[in-house]
T-cell receptor
Framework: DQQVKQNSPSLSVQEGRISILNCDYT??????FLWYKKYPAEGPTFLIS?????DKNEDGRFTVFLNKSAKHLSLHIVPSQPGDSAVYFC??????????????FGEGTQLTVNP | NAGVTQTPKFQVLKTGQSMTLQCAQD?????MSWYRQDPGMGLRLIHY???????DQGEVPNGYNVSRSTTEDFPLRLLSAAPSQTSVYFC?????????????FGDGTRLSIL
């Protein structure tokens, strides 16, 4: 069963507008969440993360929101730039002693930012 | 600073052949892992290691073996390749095993099994 789901395979936005990427999870033992960005022919690179004790984390143009009651997180990119065009993966990790070190990834969302 | 290095970048195999995908990191990271990426399925964990001499199975371990004789290297072996193992394989590392630090990924090995 897919414990981390990204229901939108693709998203297209105009340059300068906001991009919102969504992620849902089912495992209540997850307590840390990360977003990775992936360009073609490269490995994923870390973008931003959030602990379950927070509901928001911001880093420049990127903000991640966590709604624990809904088991939902989202990544906001403002303003979007053409260089943001990539596949974005949501990932979740459990507490040490459960799934511990292991990350569970979503399917990914292809973001295209049009000039 | 090379980070995580994977070789080869591309490989074509025939069904039944064996091969080893190499992964090396120069960051003295304890935790290393292998993922496969398939369309519509994200990255799935194959095997991981929390330190030299210690390995464990991930989500999709069947058909793959690993070993961790040194901190730097974490090779992935396909003993008898099957078409279902056609995928892109990523190796990743992190400084500490039980930590929420982000993982560093290599650039991947694209493997085709005919």
């Amino acid at each position: 069963d897919q414990q981390v789901k990204q229901n939108s395979p693709s998203l297209s936005v105009q340059e300068g507008r906001i991009s919102i990427l969504n992620c849902d999870y089912t495992n209540s033992m997850f307590d840390y969440f990360l977003w990775y960005k992936k360009y073609p022919a490269e490995g994923p690179t870390f973008l931003i993360s959030i602990s379950s004790i927070k509901d928001k984390n911001e880093d420049g143009r990127f903000t991640v929101f966590l709604n624990k009651s809904a088991k939902h997180l989202s990544l906001h990119i403002v303003p979007s730039q053409p260089g943001d065009s990539a596949v974005y993966f949501c990932a979740a990790a459990g507490r040490e002693g459960t799934s511990g070190s292991r990350l569970t990834f979503g399917e990914g969302t292809q973001l295209t930012v049009n000039p | 600073n090379a980070g995580v290095t994977q070789t080869p970048k591309f490989q074509v195999l025939k069904t039944g052949q064996s091969m080893t995908l190499q992964c090396a990191q120069d960051m003295n990271h304890e935790y290393m892992s292998w993922y496969r990426q398939d369309p519509g399925m994200g990255l799935r964990l194959i095997h991981y290691s929390v330190g030299a001499g210690i390995t464990d199975q991930g989500e999709v371990p069947n058909g793959y073996n690993v070993s961790r004789s040194t901190t730097e290297d974490f090779p992935l072996r396909l003993l008898s390749a099957a078409p279902s193992q056609t995928s892109v394989y990523f190796c990743a590392s992190r400084r500490q095993p039980y930590s929420n630090q982000p993982q560093h990924f290599g650039d991947g090995t694209r493997l085709s099994i005919l």
